[in-house]
Structure formats: C-alpha cells, structure tokens
C-alpha cells in the first residue's frame, strides 16, 4: 500500500521564473531553506542535487538525490534519497491567468512519512511563495 500526497498552489509569477526558482542554485536556496552555498543542481535526467537544509529549530540536515525527469518549464521528477530508497516527488508547472499553477505529488511507504513529506512540501511551497513575491 502507498500512502500519497498532492500539493497545488497558484504562484504570481510566470512558469520560467518559478521554474528558475527549483533549477538555479543561488536562487533555491534562497527559499528553500537551505544553507547558503550548499545547493548542487544539475537539472538533466539521471543528474544530482544536494542541500543542506535548515529546520526552523537551527538544526542543519543534508539532503541527496538526483532527478528521474525534466521537461523544461514543465515538470520536475525529484528524487530524493532516504534510508529505505528513493522517493520521488512530481512537480508540475502549468501557466495560467494570473501566474503558474504549481503541483507537487509524491506516493510514500508509510502514512508518517506521507504526512512528514507533505509539510516538508507544504513549507517549501511557502518559501517558494514568499521568494516569487520579492
């Protein structure tokens, strides 16, 4: 059994600038809650990323995967490692009036992990708002 999520938030801003957001080092850890300097993307199919992330308790924690899929400006397979394998996140990107719908689904082992997931995604979709803001 799986236990899966989806996210979908309408974003101010158009599709290559959020794309931006999730592609280019400098600008995701400007949202994403990651220690500065510490973001490698190399956003092709079969490429890495990692981060060092903060929680909102100080604490720094590294995070590795590598991407299953990319369709510029229009989806994102994340990989992310974790102790039971990798765990893939699908993130769309769809223009619409007024900005880019953005939607985010993943499919976890466990029911906590779903929820641990879900408001890792709910947070960064907040980062990810306030940084289009700017």
């Known amino acids: 059994m799986s236990y899966d999520y989806t996210l979908t938030r309408v974003l101010e801003a158009p599709v290559e600038r959020v794309w931006q957001a999730w592609t280019v080092p400098g600008q995701y850890e ?9 973001v490698s993307l190399d956003v092709r199919p ?7 992330m903060l929680t909102p308790d100080g604490s720094a924690f590294p995070l590795t995967g ?15 490692d974790t102790p039971g394998g990798q765990s893939l ?46």
């Open 30 to 38: 400007q949202w994403a809650n990651a220690v500065p300097g510490s």
């Open 66 to 80: 590598s991407y299953a899929g990319v369709e510029e400006n229009e989806r994102l397979v994340v990989g992310m």
């Open 89 to 134: 996140m699908d993130c769309t990107f769809r223009a619409v009036d007024g900005g880019t719908e953005f939607t985010v689904s993943q499919s976890c082992d466990t029911e906590e992990e779903r929820d641990m997931a879900k408001q890792g995604s709910g947070m960064l979709l907040d980062g990810l708002t306030a940084f289009l803001a700017k």
């Open 46 to 52: 079969g490429g890495t990323w990692a981060a060092t």
